[in-house]
């Protein structure tokens, strides 16, 4: 290899090896945002079926729900 050459091709695997690095470190804040955003998605599901639920008992008068007020009792489906 001529040595004039050899500190411009030094230069071009240091800017190869930082963009590959800068690629992945991309990469990992992506995922890591999705699972969040995911997660923030699932916290928030999880608020709105508690909500629902404490609207029902408000409804229905009763500080608890049993099966027997999810269920009709002569057809045995989901009231």
């Known amino acids: 290899m001529d040595l004039e050459r050899e500190p411009i091709h030094d230069l071009a695997r240091r800017v190869i090896r930082l963009a590959e690095e800068t690629q992945h470190a991309a990469q990992v804040l992506e995922r890591r945002l999705e699972a969040l955003e ?32 999810l269920y009709d009792p002569d057809t045995g489906l989901p009231a």
């Open 38 to 69: 995911r997660r923030t998605g699932t916290a928030g599901r999880a608020e709105r079926i508690l909500s629902i639920a404490a609207g029902m008992r408000t409804h229905l008068g009763q500080d608890r729900l049993s099966v027997e007020d």
